[in-house]
């Protein structure tokens, strides 16, 4: 910190009407704290670095790929990335989510791909939230059916991707025949409730569902079959991650389990 004792000196000097004396005096103030100056300074340009770069990721959020923010904006200590956890998941999408169906996922709230879940695994996640049965019916009674058909069309791509060479002839994945929404819906009243609000679970459901939107367009621009049908198998093991933690919260009050496509 620069005293007021230097200062009172240089003053004195300029008082003196030696004008000599001022440089010397400019030379020695410099000389003591340009240390400080510089400090004063650098802390200027970098804190403008700093609000630069904050705007810059404000307004191209794909910048922060390299960097530890995940969509939602949440500070973290790891490395951020759509495949970051599983290789296998969509490098298509966008680091700001803005070309999924569900905007906020599991990616959106941790920045990283989640693990597929096995047939009849319980160790990911560690627990389902709680829902009330007459809820988890209600759900499963008005959108199984549909969730059922849209998986349905879903396997009949292999065939599609097997019999055609142009894969933009498949409908695009907003189309209604593949009831993702409803997916979706299912997924809203399996693992949430006002009590609970959004959950984690939840948040995971939508990014297996998103997987599968991601990947019906992955297939429409793939450049040959091996890589339509590499997406193919992403889909039916978003599915079967979906359907296992929707048959985890099925009882016997609540209805029948669905049936994993591994086992079809």
Not at 167 to 184: F, K, M, S, V
Request: glycine content about 8%; overall charge neutral.
């Amino acid at each position: 910190m620069i005293r007021r004792s230097t200062l009172f000196i240089c003053f004195s000097l300029f008082t003196s009407d030696t004008t000599a004396l001022i440089a010397d005096c400019h030379h020695t103030f410099y000389k003591k704290h340009s240390t400080t100056l510089l400090r004063v300074v650098n802390r200027r340009l970098l804190l403008q670095e700093m609000g630069t770069l904050g705007l810059a990721v404000a307004l191209k959020p794909e910048l922060s790929l390299a960097g530890e923010f995940t969509p939602g904006g949440t500070l973290v200590d790891r490395v951020v990335g759509a495949q970051v956890g599983n290789p296998e998941a969509s490098a298509s999408r966008k680091f700001d989510n803005s070309n999924v169906l569900f905007y906020q996922d599991h990616f959106f709230k941790f920045g990283v791909a989640a693990p597929w879940i096995t047939s009849g695994s319980t160790d990911f996640p560690k627990s389902m939230p709680f829902v009330v049965s007459q809820q988890r019916y209600d759900n499963l009674k008005k959108y199984g059916e549909r969730v059922k058909s849209g998986v349905k069309v879903l396997v009949g791509l292999r065939d599609i991707i097997m019999a055609e060479g142009d894969y933009t002839q498949i409908p695009g994945p907003d189309a209604p025949e593949y009831q993702l929404r409803p997916l979706g819906l299912l997924a809203n009243g399996m693992m949430a409730s006002e009590n609970t609000g959004a959950t984690n679970e939840l948040f995971l459901a939508r990014w297996y569902v998103n997987e599968i939107y991601l990947d019906i367009n992955d297939i429409r621009n793939a450049k040959s079959e091996e890589e339509a049908l590499v997406k193919y198998e992403a889909i039916k093991k978003a599915v079967d991650s979906y359907y296992g933690m929707i048959n985890r919260v099925i009882t016997s009050k609540v209805g029948d389990k669905f049936h994993l496509l591994v086992a079809q």
